[in-house]
Nanobody, 121 residues
Framework: QVHLVESGGGLVQSGGSLRLSCAASGNFISINTVGWDRQAPGKSRELVAGLTTDGSTNYADSVKGRFTISRDNAKNTVYLQMNNLNPEDTGVYYC???????????????WGQGTQVTVSS
């Protein structure tokens, strides 16, 4: 089993910053492509940021220049640094990871339980 646990969400004023963390645990061989999605109230879940094993990143247009995704492979942890937050960034943030499992040729996609981010104006 693979578990992803997010932390770092909370309430922040517009213009503020938060750093989300996502720690992976369990019986896996590798953590490959990782990412963060968010779901705003009344909206569909959207990809906010992604990071591949070779260091390539992609971001939603709405967060480019403000959010940064990174990872610490030694700690099996993924981060999302969010700066200059605005009320439109409010939502539940979910981390996900493509995980290599023994005996499987394709990655298993693991998801965290989500962490709430609320930005007040």
């Amino acid at each position: 089993q693979v578990h992803l646990v997010e932390s770092g969400g909370g309430l922040v004023q517009s213009g503020g910053s938060l750093r989300l963390s996502c720690a992976a645990s369990g019986n896996f061989i590798s953590i490959n492509t990782v990412g963060w999605d968010r779901q705003a109230p009344g909206k569909s879940r959207e990809l906010v940021a992604g990071l591949t094993t070779d260091g390539s990143t992609n971001y939603a247009d709405s967060v480019k220049g403000r959010f940064t995704i990174s990872r610490d492979n030694a700690k099996n942890t993924v981060y999302l640094q969010m700066n200059n937050l605005n009320p439109e960034d409010t939502g539940v943030y979910y981390c996900h990871a493509g995980v290599g499992l023994r005996g499987y040729t394709t990655d298993y996609t693991a998801w965290g339980q989500g962490t709430q981010v609320t930005v007040s104006s």
